[in-house]
């Protein structure tokens, strides 16, 4: 079979893949946490590529995620418990509703810290004399995540007295070894995608931020659109659709941690489904430890995205829709509000 062209790839995002584990580790020695304090409780937001890594984080965590570690999804944190801090996180540093949550968040009384390369929330978090901790840029914020994921690690790491750095600089270098085996299952992937006219992926609680990272990868990198969904779900609402359907793949993401309910969830979509001829493909689950598991998972699923936006005859790198928008945010009414009074 011939091998995929690459010729599209203008900014060279197949190499900067390449550069990952390296990425995470230059990061390591030289990243300088603000002094913070040590909390019993943490509430992190961020939006699109800066949340993903906390949620990524959450997820290696599981099932022992700590009781005071929270993922805010919002635009107004709730009243904090005592001894709350907030995280803001925003790669690029210009996203409004992470810095109104940072806003609304000392308004309320949280101690707060901002993850950043700059932007508004630089801006912001030194107007209102909020720790900062500066992120080094990457070419989109979606190749940021081995900074982003370090930056949050670390910050947790102090903040609530955890480890997981320490977890995530092993998978990294782990990673190293599957580089190569990496790019040749996501070649296959892609392929397997390239006709689909939508792409479905179920997947357990546990998967909910590889299936989440994925959808915003194939619209972005690929420019196809896809569907996520829980698989406890699908039965009770979601499969019905099927029989409309036509053009669309499945994706299943299972997880390790999955109880014998959910798995036999995804046996019986799967069967109903093949059985109406629609192509259904599982992505495998490697083995090793929780935090190389998801990274590897997440790291093949990436590259697919790149090798698909490629087999349609597109650079990844480039999404005009998504640029025009965000400048047009920039230029409306409440972001200038809000630039103005951290510029002042």
């Known amino acids: 079979m011939a091998d995929i062209d690459t010729s599209f790839d203008r900014s060279g995002m197949l190499n900067y893949y390449k550069a990952w584990p390296d990425q995470f580790s230059a990061y390591t020695a030289t990243i300088d946490i603000p002094p913070i304090g040590t ?27 700590p009781k005071g570690l929270e993922i805010f999804k919002g635009l107004e944190p709730p009243r904090p418990e005592q001894d709350t801090l907030f995280i803001a996180v925003s790669l690029g540093g210009d996203t409004l509703e992470v810095v109104y949550a940072l806003k609304k968040a000392l308004e309320k009384g949280y101690d707060a810290i901002a993850l950043t390369g700059g932007g508004l929330l630089e801006k912001a978090a ?12 990457a070419p989109t914020s979606r190749l940021g995540f081995p900074v982003i994921t370090l930056a949050v690690a670390s910050t947790l790491d102090k903040a609530l007295g955890l480890r997981t750095s320490e977890i995530l600089h092993r998978a990294f270098e782990e990673l190293r070894g599957y580089l190569e085996p990496s790019y040749e299952e996501a070649k296959a992937l892609a392929r397997w995608m ?26 972005e990198n690929a420019k196809l659109r896809s569907y996520h969904e829980d698989i406890m779900d699908v039965i009770h609402n979601g499969i019905g659709c099927w029989e409309y359907e036509y053009g669309s793949k499945l994706i299943i993401l299972r997880d390790p941690l999955d109880h014998e309910i959910i798995s036999s969830r995804f046996d019986i979509v799967k069967d109903v489904l093949t059985s109406l001829n629609f192509k259904v493909r599982e992505i495998p689950i490697y083995q ?13 699923l990436d590259l697919a995205t790149v090798y698909l936006g490629l087999l349609r005859r597109s650079d990844p790198s480039i999404v005009r829709t998504q640029s025009i928008a965000r400048q047009k945010m920039k230029e409306s009414s409440y972001f200038r509000k ?7």
Do not use: C
């Open 39 to 65: 909390f019993d409780h943490v509430l992190i937001t961020g939006k699109g590529a800066s949340l993903v890594p906390s949620l990524f984080i959450y997820s290696v965590l599981m099932p022992d995620v």
């Open 126 to 137: 030194k107007k209102w004399n909020v720790p900062l901790l500066r992120m080094p840029k």
């Open 194 to 219: 390239n006709d689909a006219q939508n792409l479905v992926v179920y997947h357990s609680a546990h998967q909910e931020v590889i299936s989440l990272r994925l959808k915003y990868l194939l619209s």
């Open 288 to 300: 090793g430890d929780r935090a190389v598991f998801l990274l590897r998972r997440l790291y093949t």
């Open 338 to 344: 809000l630039e103005e009074e951290v510029s002042s």
